[in-house]
């Protein structure tokens, strides 16, 4: 059973950069069954879709947020990161980390998610 868990600050000041970690359990982040990524819920809109890191490392992004976006992995410990910088209140979301086994931006494709953390961006 591949477990996913978010840690990270639940508050954090407008223009500083988001730092999250998802830590993996059940399976190896380098399996070649699944990839991981991290989405996002705004209080009141939809989810959507941050980016994915892939088991080989690479990665794809939301093109929205390319620029303030930052996957990555360490495999020693079994977590993958984000990084989103020059944050702003249009940030505060739910944030969950999700496994799926297609390297797709498609939600309907994510078989494991984590259980979500609140992120505040206030001063």
């Known amino acids: 059973q591949v477990v996913l868990q978010e840690s990270g600050p639940g508050l954090v000041k407008p223009s500083q950069t988001l730092f999250l970690t998802c830590t993996v359990s059940?399976?190896?982040?380098?399996?070649?069954?699944?990839?991981w990524a991290w989405i996002r819920q705004p209080p009141g809109k939809g989810l959507e879709w941050l980016g994915i890191?892939?088991?080989?490392?690479?990665?794809d992004y939301n093109p929205s947020l390319k620029s303030r976006t930052s996957i990555s992995w360490d495999t020693s410990k079994n977590q993958f990161s984000l990084q989103l910088s020059s944050v702003t209140p249009e940030d505060t979301a739910v944030y969950y980390c999700?496994?799926?086994?297609?390297?797709?931006?498609?939600?309907?494709?994510?078989?494991?998610w984590g259980q979500g953390t609140q992120v505040t961006v206030s001063s």
């Open positions: 890191i892939g088991y080989s490392g690479n990665t």
């Open positions: 059940g399976v190896s982040i380098t399996t070649t069954h699944y990839d």
């Open positions: 999700a496994a799926t086994a297609d390297y797709s931006d498609l939600l309907r494709t994510y078989k494991y």
